[in-house]
């Protein structure tokens, strides 16, 4: 598999769809966390906004050097 370049839109976009789920699960004051547990169901969409920017922001931070040494022998040997 080929290793593709930065793509900074995607990072972009995880990174803001991130900055979105935080803003609506970290609560304004402490005593806000009570209330918070109290309200599972309003974890949900903030829980779904950060799953997304994972799996966008995730292929940026894998490396797959396992891949390239395969295809680095292969071009070597044949």
């Not at 593709?4 to 005593?31: C, K, M, R, Y």
Request: charged content about 15%; cysteine-free.
């Amino acid at each position: 598999m080929k290793q593709h370049s930065f793509d900074g839109v995607s990072f972009v976009s995880g990174i803001f769809i991130a900055a979105i789920g935080l803003l609506f699960l970290i609560p304004d004051t402490p005593s806000d966390i009570i209330h918070a547990f109290t309200r599972l169901g309003s974890w949900f969409w903030p829980i779904v906004l950060l799953v997304v920017a994972g799996a966008i922001l995730l292929p940026i931070f894998l490396t797959r050097s396992d891949t390239s040494d395969e295809d680095d022998q292969s071009a070597i040997t044949g």
